[in-house]
């Protein structure tokens, strides 16, 4: 990570022990015990939506527990192009991939304001191998990662505009409000689908026309579903 990212980031020390999003994180699980091994501090960090978080092959000095926004990882392929490969929320760990190889495999980029912390791999890598409940916790999360990698290249990436688009609408439903849905910029959404940010624009406006949702705030970036099975029949 560039140095001056990392200072103008910086907000302080994390506290693990009453982390709003602890039952989410790598140490839901932890005791007085576990605690007692992290002796590295746990670094409080806040980006700016469009900020980026490290880039690709970058070398790792840490993973990051995402606690509120959301971050974007980006790769560019072999043409040249720029692909989303996956969008974290909260209680997700970015860059885990480091662990094992030491170098990050994509950009990591805040698509919001975001919060985190940075928790150093050597933390890690100690805990891992004297917490059982660490290493069951890092295990969870490499299962959930190859679950939600192949669930979003299963379900954004073939099909129709339309069919990609739906997909991607039910999968952006708020986890408190599942009528409410955060979108970002079409052309965000175009990297991810492999559609051209018009071609989002279009399909976009094509469902708030049929009734399948309507947007809430002025930006286009919220939207509620008003009938999902308008949704659901074309995303399949």
Known sequence: ??????????RGTSDCRSCAIRELALFSQFTEKDFALIHAPIDDLAYRAHQVLFNEGDEAGGIFTLRS????????????RRRILRLLRPGDVVGLEALATGRYDSEAAALTDITLCRIPTEVVHRL?????????GLLDKWQKVLREADDW?????FGTARQRVSHLILKMRHTTDPAIVTLFS??????????????VSREISALVKTGAVKPVDTLGRLYRILDESLLVPAAH
Do not use: Y
């Open 1 to 10: 990570m560039i140095a001056i990212q990392t200072q103008s980031a910086w």
């Open 69 to 80: 926004g959301m971050v974007k990882l980006t790769r560019i392929t072999g043409d040249g």
């Open 128 to 136: 891992n191998q004297n917490s059982p409940r660490m290493h069951a």
């Open 153 to 157: 290249l299963a379900s954004i990436n």
């Open 186 to 199: 079409r052309e965000d959404m175009g990297a991810m689908m492999d559609l051209k940010h018009e071609t």
